[in-house]
């Protein structure tokens, strides 16, 4: 397994984000795949391998979408939801808002609103286009900075990974099998010889099939839990 590198680093401007990431920080854990990196706190923007040999300074992260803020780095990889991270940062601002101006205080949560409801399955394309219009009016008319930068998250994972929110509102899939309410645990009828081993861990009782005959699970009835997915040693069961 790869071993990251920890620690607080000081570089110099033009460094890029590559040479942060993957020279700096050693790469992504367990070889899995980059999928974005969040600069500058939690108003920073979400930006994607493209932006990778972005040099690192003041006027380069804004055009690239995000800003320099704390100098703070979160990096994402393929299993990350990039919706559920915009209103991971949400949810931070909500907090931290002094109340002081409307759009903040109410908009905010607005948004964080609209999010969680599209993590839970209940969105539709048009919250996509709220979403944006939400954003722009909270950033053109809060009092201060962190307002005016609190729907950074929400604006550049649209910009950056818009397929991903479609997925989410369109096919009610969350493609990196994160949004707990959209995800579905399924038995592959080839892969099932019956040993009944799932039915008999399922909390809820939620399998059923008879021994040696292929099994089957109540959607309406399951919570997700995962328990029959790591005692199934046929790889049997999936999450979709
Ligand atoms: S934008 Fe600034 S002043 Fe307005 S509520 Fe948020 S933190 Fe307070
Ligand atoms: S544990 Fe796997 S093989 Fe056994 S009944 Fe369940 S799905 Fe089928
Ligand atoms: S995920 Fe949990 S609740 Fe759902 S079928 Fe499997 S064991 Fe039962």
Do not use: W
């Amino acid at each position: 397994m790869k071993r990251l590198k920890v620690g607080l680093i000081e570089v110099p401007m033009g460094t890029s984000l590559r040479e942060v990431i993957f020279e700096i920080g050693g790469g992504i854990n367990n070889n899995k795949k980059f999928k974005a990196v969040q600069t500058g706190g939690p108003s920073g923007g979400c930006l994607t391998e493209d932006h990778l040999d972005t040099p690192i300074d003041f006027d380069n992260l804004i055009e690239a979408g995000s800003m320099m803020g704390s100098g703070g780095m979160i990096v994402m990889d393929e299993d990350d939801c990039m919706v559920s991270v915009a209103k991971f940062y949400l949810d931070f601002t909500v907090e931290e808002s002094c109340g002081k101006c409307a759009p903040c205080r109410i908009g905010n949560k607005r948004l964080y609103e609209l999010l969680d409801h599209i993590c839970k399955g209940k969105g539709e394309p048009g919250d996509l286009d709220r979403l944006r219009n939400m954003s722009y009016v909270i950033k053109d008319t809060a009092l201060c900075g962190l307002g005016q930068t609190s729907p950074n998250p929400v604006l550049s994972t649209l910009d950056n990974f818009y397929d991903e929110y479609l997925a989410h509102v369109v096919d009610k899939k969350c493609p990196a099998g994160q949004c707990k309410d959209l995800m579905r645990y399924f038995i592959i009828e080839e892969n099932c010889v019956g040993c009944t081993a799932c039915a008999r861990v399922c909390p809820v009782n939620a399998i059923s099939g008879e021994r040696k005959e292929v099994h089957s699970i109540n959607q309406d009835i399951c919570i997700k839990c995962g328990a029959c997915m790591e005692k199934c040693k046929f790889d049997a069961i999936i999450i979709q």
